[in-house]
């Protein structure tokens, strides 16, 4: 008896490792500079099956945004809301941003969205309003976490949570534009450090013993 033919072609790419490709074109030329020739260079996969996979390059950018940002997410959630500390809880998220602006092999790279579209949201509507989204997200965890110190009585009642929040978050965009621009990993980091130490002197911080 002979076999049946399998219905369908088998997907010959896997869809994480080609928004992964993606991704990475994006972050060392830029969003505009991306074309899908680049694009499809990188993920091996011809421009009809881009479009037919993920759709036109604004949603491209997207998928492999929501993928990373789905990936990253976990540690940075529980550095913040798993640490007991605030101070050891700040510098585990710091590290996890830092680590996250540069590639496997080191290759510093910033942002997947403020390294990547900043420069096009000022005339573009729709990735204006990704990139406010993005920041939204950082300022609201942020503001979540020192709200959450206040209560645990980590930091002074009165603390100004919106102001420190905005203030921690100011400091990721800059990480994010001295990776790009070539910082190397151990000065980020005591940058970072220094940050931290002045947002929590400011909040009132209890002292540790």
Not at 130 to 148: H, N, P, Y
Request: glycine fraction near 8%; include cysteine; charged fraction near 25%.
């Amino acid at each position: 008896m002979t076999a049946k033919p399998a219905r369908g072609r088998p997907r010959a790419y896997d869809p994480e490792e080609a928004l992964a490709a993606a991704l990475g074109e994006f972050r060392r030329r830029g969003y505009t500079a991306t074309s899908l020739d680049h694009l499809s260079d990188a993920t091996k996969m011809a421009r009809p099956s881009l479009y037919a996979a993920f759709g036109n390059k604004l949603e491209i950018y997207r998928k492999a945004v929501r993928q990373y940002s789905e990936q990253t997410a976990e540690r940075r959630q529980r550095a913040l809301f798993e640490e007991p500390s605030l101070d050891k809880g700040l510098e585990d998220y710091f590290g996890a941003i830092i680590d996250a602006y540069f590639s496997r092999e080191g290759e510093p790279l910033g942002c997947p969205v403020l390294s990547v579209i900043s420069g096009e949201a000022a005339a573009d509507p729709v990735i204006g309003a990704e990139l406010a989204a993005a920041i939204g997200r950082s300022d609201g965890l942020l503001q979540r976490r020192m709200a959450q110190a206040v209560e645990a009585g980590e930091i002074a009642a009165d603390a100004d949570v919106r102001g420190l929040a905005a203030m921690l978050a100011a400091l990721q965009h800059s990480l994010a534009l001295r990776a790009r621009a070539g910082t190397p990993r151990p000065e980020l980091q005591a940058i970072a450090r220094a940050h931290v130490a002045l947002a929590l002197r400011a909040a009132g911080a209890a002292r540790p013993n």
